[in-house]
């Protein structure tokens, strides 16, 4: 019978930095969570960034939802602030675009290169810090892509057991955002 396992906080700084063996590491995702391994994970990086805001969530490797205030923001570990979690940060950042040949070529030397005509690939980076922060390979045109906004509220509340002070409406406000600033109406129908 499978039996829940704890680890300390040292081993699971290992598997956050890829330090670990491949075996050890399966071992571990593979195991029964321990209850407490979601806190851990969070101490260890809290510790890591020196943040004052509670971090409710890692989004990515340099990004963090924080709790300030009474508002949930996305935040750098630079410190630079991206706004509302509901809101795509990529809105926010630094974009990069390769879209001809010549610039695909740079990092696609070879057969594997997408074809220009059809596809760009964008880069975002971070404003405070110059951190290349995500990047997607996408048809000409198509609208950034929001890659995950997680519903906090039932996270805290119906898998951890421990709701949060505030709820938050779960809904994406990147289409409101960018209506603010274009300041130009929006069709509802088209943000869902
Ligand atoms: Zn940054």
Known sequence: MA????????????????????????????????????????????????????????LTEHLY???????????CDCGYEYGDYRENWKLKALIDVLETEDELDEIYPGFAKPNAEFCEIRRYYCPGCGAQLEVESVPRGYPIIFDFLPDLDAFYG???????????????????????????????????
Not at 65 to 75: A, Q
Not at 159 to 176: A, H, I, N, Q, V
């Open 65 to 75: 939802i924080v709790e300030k205030g009474g508002d949930r923001i996305v935040k």
């Open 3 to 58: 039996q829940e396992t704890s680890y300390s906080k040292d081993v699971l700084e290992d598997l956050i930095d890829g330090k670990l063996p491949w075996g050890i590491t399966k071992r571990i995702i593979s195991d029964l969570k321990d209850s407490d391994r979601f806190d851990k994970y969070v101490e260890i990086l809290q510790e890591r960034t020196g943040f004052e805001e509670r971090i409710l969530l890692p």
């Open 158 to 192: 119906d898998w951890l057991g421990r709701p949060l002070s505030t709820k938050k409406e779960f809904k994406d406000l990147s289409y409101e955002f960018i209506a603010r600033h274009l300041k130009v109406p929006i069709d509802q129908s088209q943000t869902m």
